[in-house]
């Protein structure tokens, strides 16, 4: 079992940054991919960021490309997402995810996400 808990959401300008941290306990995270997702309101939750178990490999959906960076510290069981230049179409709540079970290729789909955090607001204002 893994328990993530994500942290760093709050309110921003347009054009701001935030890094969000997602804290794993429980179990170690160091083997997995991990993921970071969001749920703007009333929408679909949606794939934003990926990164492999020894973070050689990433992945973004086009939306955040060249603005948001995910990395991990596996010392700290610990990744980040930075995100930079943001929009108001960013607003959402941001979740961390672990992959327990893939050890190829990055997945973009939630269905293969096994563990999730609570989440985090992340609210950009004009």
């Known amino acids: 079992q893994v328990q993530l808990v994500e942290s760093g959401g709050g309110l921003v300008q347009a054009g701001g940054s935030l890094r969000l941290s997602c804290k794993a306990s429980i179990r170690t995270i160091s083997s997995h991919h991990m993921g970071w997702f969001r749920q703007p309101q009333g929408k679909e939750r949606e794939f934003v960021a990926a990164?492999?178990?020894?973070?050689?490999?990433?992945y973004y959906a086009d939306s955040v490309k060249g603005r948001f960076t995910i990395s991990r510290d596996n010392a700290k069981n610990t990744v980040y997402l930075q995100m930079n230049s943001l929009k108001l179409e960013d607003t959402a709540v941001y979740y961390c995810?672990?992959?327990?079970?893939?050890?190829?290729?990055?997945?973009?789909?939630?269905?293969?996400?096994?563990?999730w955090g609570q989440g985090t607001q992340v609210t950009v204002s004009s």
């Open positions: 995810a672990a992959d327990l079970t893939r050890t190829g290729a990055l997945s973009t789909s939630e269905y293969e996400y096994d563990y």
């Open positions: 990164i492999t178990w020894s973070g050689g490999s990433t």
